[in-house]
């Protein structure tokens, strides 16, 4: 199962600003970003750092994407 953050990119559009303005306010390290970027895993921490510092849910950031239909079962 894949992880899509592309909700976050659109809310930092819409706020304009950039990923380094969400890595200062959240205070997150070049590498967390650096997942983020990728579409990697990142921990329940980091999402919460960035759910306070942009005071929106998790869900409101990112969604999951099943492989395949599999996934759905």
């Known amino acids: 199962m894949a992880t899509s953050y592309k ?5 930092l559009v819409d706020r304009n600003m950039k990923k380094k303005d969400l890595q200062e306010l959240a205070h997150l390290t070049q590498y967390q970003m650096y997942k983020l970027g990728q579409g990697e895993n990142i921990t329940t ?5 960035i759910c ?3 005071n929106v ?8 994407i099943p492989d395949d239909a599999e996934d759905l079962k």
């Open 57 to 64: 849910k998790a869900d409101d950031i990112m969604e999951f």
């Open 52 to 54: 306070t510092a942009l």
């Open 45 to 49: 921490d980091i999402v919460g750092k």
């Open 7 to 11: 909700k976050l990119w659109h809310i």
